[in-house]
């Protein structure tokens, strides 16, 4: 009974910095864009005008950093052919990507894109970030199976892994 889920880690995703809410809203968007089979631009300019830093469900939403938001999004449509394989890779043979929910398939390809192309952004951040994003969302694995495989991609594409000291992260 221990294992309730935990509405104030979905709270405190509200909460984040403008680059968190960025995040979100681009794991968000992706999810939409994979289910509903939406378009990039489409689904860019609603969540600029209706979402972003709105209320939307009774819950007023943090103001995110649209820039950040547009090159998530824009940079997992373009780089997937990228991505993907780069997740397929770091997932255990048990877990197909094809097996993971659209959700999961979002957080993760968010998260890759950032580890591929934002070297300015630290490693312990993007996946720290991501796998917050993941707590909102599930209350079981799902969480750990983001960190893993983030922390193999980083150590593939980055030769290191989250790490605790961050004196030894890439300059």
Partial sequence: MTDQPNKPEANAVRQVNKRGAARLAAVQALYQMDVAGTGVLEIAAEYETYRLGKEVDGATYRDADAQWFRAILSGVVEDQKTIDPLIRQALTEDWPLSRLDSTLRAIMRAGVYELTKRQ????????????????????????????????????????????????????
């Fill in 120 to 171: 300015d952004v630290p490693i312990a951040v993007i996946v720290s970030e991501y796998v917050d994003i993941a707590k909102a969302f599930y209350v079981e694995d799902e969480p750990k199976l983001v960190n893993a495989v983030l922390d193999r991609v980083s150590r593939r594409i980055r030769g290191e892994g989250k790490g605790r000291d961050p004196g030894s992260l890439p300059e």
